[in-house]
């Protein structure tokens, strides 16, 4: 069955550190997304992209965040300073038409 | 600003008997709603979905049922088993097929044997 892979599956990083997560979602799904969940607290929209170009962000995800599909196949969120409070599970998402499917997350834990 | 609330933390239940989810939306441009289940260190997996011009949905053991003018949508799972045991998110989005998911804060069911 096809599905969303995420790596690294835990990361973790010093403040202030450039962090890259990566997705490869699946192969005929047009539309990708990321949402994060703090510890203890509810999944959140960070972006959605479409068509190579961003097509919703929320108010989380700030200048500090950018998404790119370099190659067709991964999806990767890149976080260019990282702070204590973006610790949390990142989700990498894709969907053809519906549902969303989710990968498995990558745990970034930010020191 | 909790657009989808899901006001019971947890929920135990006996095995075999019916597990009842509820989620409540404020957001009246919700018009197609999502159940997944999660379980520790795994990403949430879709369960069953309905669209606003339905008012149930049934996958099986699985039954969803939405009450639009109350904004209400609950969650059946009958009987329920052991593996069940999980964190289910009520989603929301505002037209089928649109990107952005609105999640609720979970309930966490525990199914007991």
């Known amino acids: 069955e096809p599905e969303v892979t995420q790596t690294p599956s835990h990361q973790v990083t010093q403040m202030g550190q450039e962090v890259i997560l990566r997705c490869v979602p699946i192969?005929?799904?047009?539309?990708f997304y990321w949402y994060r969940q703090i510890l203890g607290q509810k999944v959140e929209f960070l972006v959605s992209?479409?068509?190579?170009?961003?097509?919703?962000k929320s108010e989380i995800f700030d200048d500090q965040f950018s998404v790119e599909r370099p190659d067709g196949s991964n999806f990767t969120l890149k976080i260019r300073s990282t702070k204590l409070e973006d610790s949390a599970m990142y989700f990498c998402?894709?969907?053809?038409?519906?549902?969303?499917?989710f990968g498995q997350g990558t745990r970034l834990t930010v020191v | 600003d909790q657009q989808v609330k899901q006001n019971s933390p947890s929920l135990s239940v006996q095995e075999g008997r019916i597990s009842i989810l509820n989620c409540d939306y404020t957001?009246?441009?919700?018009?197609?709603f999502l159940w997944y289940k999660k379980y520790p260190a795994e990403g949430p997996t879709f369960l069953i979905s309905?669209?606003?011009?339905?008012d149930k949905n049934e996958d099986g053991r699985f039954t969803v049922f939405l009450n639009k003018s109350a904004k209400h949508l609950s969650l059946h799972i009958v009987p329920s088993q052991p593996g069940d045991s999980a964190v289910y998110f009520c989603?929301?989005?505002?037209?089928?097929?649109?990107?952005?998911?609105?999640f609720g804060t979970g309930t966490r069911l525990t199914i007991i044997p």
């Open positions: 309905i669209s606003s011009i339905k």
């Open positions: 192969s005929n799904h047009l539309y």
């Open positions: 957001n009246s441009m919700f018009d197609y």
């Open positions: 992209f479409y068509n190579n170009e961003i097509s919703e």
């Open positions: 998402a894709s969907t053809l038409r519906s549902e969303a499917f």
């Open positions: 989603a929301a989005s505002e037209d089928f097929g649109n990107e952005k998911l609105t």
